[in-house]
């Protein structure tokens, strides 16, 4: 899914930021800083396939205060659909003390924009986000990030701190989820590498992303340069002139890339009662989801075993009223604008004459199916933007479900996992949407017009986009040994 891709666009832009140096002075931060001040170009590059570029740029021009700048262009095809997505980050932090002032943040695709500023006074630092046409603000309780906490690879390097025992530790603010992510890295070798023809002597560092389970790569040369980056194994980013940037073709097919192949055709998708499966490759037990629907098991030799039945749909009394002050997932958030007067409004219509959450539940179901186009749009989705457009893949269906669901009080969510599609041969990432019917989370596809969803959809994640980007650390890593369904 595109999600996962912002996200690790985002750790990509954000590469030279890593480690952590305890009361280093201001002469050794004012020389850092000039080394870091300049613009560096690094293409993009995903499954091997050239897909965009990054700009990243540190400015010493004001007095007191350090600018960056991190742009990312990237262009991929998915259902047959070549679409180009930009990022622009700005920031400003006090060249004192190193803490951010201000930073904006800007998401453009085809689909629409999504801004996001930060800026801090007296009492702390306030959050203001504009999605889909509406505005949100709230406060945050910590501090987002700290230049000189996110330049301490760089500083490790100029310090010779180069210990592989030290744990390195730092934090960076991701716009795109909403949420502070904490990198965990160690140096693990220095070593010759080849760059442009070039043997260099560089400094490979090796860690996490700890919220989203994405392994990272990174070589620095004695410089404290970064000059490549991979994260999950799958995107690198390297270093180039801003002419190699700019020149040649930019595409990959996401899709292709990220197929999960199966030992054998599955038979009977839509009608199977169950299905059994055995996978490797799944190192975080959070991914292994337990509900009624779906069951994990831990077999002898490490892999795991899961097993997943069909539900039924019965029938549970509807009283909208009650459960939207009763339960949760009926709440509205930044990008389920469920609470708009547009969407609760299509939603009663839509819902008009149901007694029963199931029916409900059905009738928004094939509303979304019918009426909103099948596109794909490389773009964090939202609600309102997509009552906008009408159109999209599976992230805009579900979450216009989700909104649409939760305008009339029917508990839902969104899920993000794997589904069987026959015409690519194997298993793809996908997202659909649950909704809770008396004690039990019922799994509907709005884009696949599906109520139940058939057995083939393995959720990995519940909820929105900070729940979602954990599976991002399955791609390229997740395999089926044995699959067979009922």
């Given amino acids: 899914m595109r999600k996962l891709l912002l996200l690790i666009l985002f750790v990509l832009s954000v590469a030279t930021l890593q480690t952590q140096l305890q009361a280093a002075d201001a002469d050794f931060n004012a020389q850092l800083l000039e080394r870091q001040a300049g613009e560096n170009w690094y293409g993009l590059y995903f499954a091997g396939g050239k897909v965009g570029y990054l700009r990243m740029a540190t400015r010493l021009d004001r007095p007191g205060v350090v600018d960056t700048e991190e742009e990312v262009a990237f262009r991929i095809k998915a259902m047959g659909?070549?679409?180009?997505?930009?990022?622009?980050?700005?920031?400003?932090?006090?060249?004192?003390?190193?803490?951010?002032?201000?930073?904006?943040?800007?998401?453009?695709?085809?689909?629409?924009?999504?801004?996001?500023?930060?800026?801090?006074?007296?009492?702390?630092?306030?959050?203001?986000?504009?999605?889909?046409?509406?505005?949100?603000?709230?406060?945050?309780?910590?501090?987002?990030?700290?230049?000189y906490e996110l330049l301490s690879n760089e500083a490790a390097i100029a310090a010779g701190k180069l210990d592989p025992e030290n744990e390195i530790v730092s934090h960076v603010y991701?716009?795109?989820?909403?949420?502070?992510?904490?990198?965990?890295?160690?140096?693990?070798?220095?070593?010759?590498?080849?760059?442009?023809?070039?043997?260099l002597d560089v400094v490979?560092?090796?860690?996490?992303i700890k919220e989203a389970h994405l392994p990272q790569t990174s070589w620095y040369d004695?410089?404290?340069?970064?000059?490549?980056?991979?994260?999950?194994?799958f995107m690198t980013a390297l270093l180039e002139s801003e002419e190699q940037v700019r020149s040649g073709e930019y595409l990959a097919d996401f899709m292709a890339a990220t197929l999960?192949?199966?030992?054998?055709?599955?038979?009977?998708?839509?009608?199977?009662?169950?299905?059994?499966?055995?996978f490797e490759g799944i190192d975080a037990d959070e991914l292994k989801i337990n509900t009624r629907r779906q069951q994990w098991e831990t077999l002898p030799d490490g892999a795991a075993l899961l097993r997943v039945r069909r539900e039924t749909v019965g029938s549970h009394a509807w009283k909208p009223e009650e459960s939207a002050k009763a339960l949760e997932h009926t709440s509205p958030d930044e990008r389920i604008q469920s609470g708009d007067a547009r969407i609760v409004e299509l939603a009663r219509t839509i819902t008009a004459g149901s007694t029963t959450i199931e029916d409900a539940a059905g009738k928004l179901l094939h509303w979304v199916y019918d009426e909103v186009e099948k596109k794909y749009t490389p773009s964090f989705s939202n609600a309102l933007d997509v009552l906008d457009s009408m159109e999209g893949d599976c992230g805009e269906h579900a979450v216009l479900f989700v909104a649409l669901a939760r305008a009339v009080g029917i508990p839902?969510?969104?899920?993000?996992?794997?589904?069987?599609?026959?015409?690519?041969?194997?298993?793809?990432?996908?997202?659909?949407?649950?909704?809770?019917?008396?004690?039990?989370?019922?799994s509907?596809?709005?884009?696949?017009?599906?109520?139940?969803?058939?057995?083939?959809?393995?959720?990995?994640?519940?909820?929105?986009?900070?729940?979602?980007?954990?599976?991002a650390a399955l791609i390229g890593r997740l395999k089926i040994r044995e699959i067979k369904t009922e």
């Fill in 174 to 199: 991701d716009p795109s989820v909403n949420m502070r992510l904490t990198s965990v890295n160690r140096v693990t070798a220095r070593e010759k590498r080849l760059y442009a023809g070039v043997p």
């Fill in 204 to 208: 490979r560092f090796e860690g996490e």
């Fill in 412 to 442: 839902a969510r969104e899920v993000t996992g794997i589904v069987y599609a026959p015409e690519i041969g194997g298993f793809g990432f996908h997202a659909w949407a649950e909704v809770l019917a008396g004690d039990e989370w019922l």
């Fill in 81 to 147: 659909r070549t679409q180009e997505l930009r990022t622009l980050s700005k920031r400003s932090y006090e060249r004192t003390g190193g803490a951010l002032l201000h930073m904006h943040y800007s998401l453009k695709s085809e689909s629409g924009e999504t801004v996001m500023e930060i800026r801090k006074d007296d009492n702390g630092w306030k959050q203001i986000s504009v999605v889909g046409g509406a505005k949100s603000e709230k406060t945050l309780d910590y501090e987002p990030e700290n230049i």
């Fill in 222 to 233: 004695m410089n404290g340069r970064l000059l490549e980056m991979k994260v999950a194994g």
């Fill in 260 to 278: 999960i192949k199966t030992p054998q055709n599955i038979g009977n998708q839509k009608n199977a009662a169950a299905l059994r499966a055995v």
């Fill in 444 to 471: 509907v596809d709005p884009s696949w017009g599906q109520f139940p969803a058939d057995v083939t959809h393995l959720a990995f994640a519940q909820g929105g986009a900070q729940a979602q980007m954990k599976i």
